[in-house]
């Protein structure tokens, strides 16, 4: 799976799922978020933090 990296407020548009956040250097904290498709990614706990998706949900066939 390729690593989906996001900035906080940047839109998940068809990559919604589940997304850890790392820090500056890269390494990961403790802190994740669920994200549903084309909605912007939260706030980060640090400055120059990012998300990294861990987890992507499946397509709705509605």
């Not at 956040?21 to 706990?45: F, I, M, Q, W």
Request: glycine share 16%; hydrophobic share 20%; net charge positive.
């Amino acid at each position: 799976m390729k690593k989906v990296i996001g900035k906080p407020g940047q839109s998940t548009g068809n990559g919604g799922g589940i997304y850890q956040e790392h820090g500056p250097r890269g390494g990961p904290r403790p802190n994740y978020a669920t994200v549903a498709d084309n909605k912007p990614l939260p706030p980060t706990s640090g400055p120059n933090s990012t998300w990294v998706q861990v987890s992507k949900t499946p397509n709705s066939k509605r």
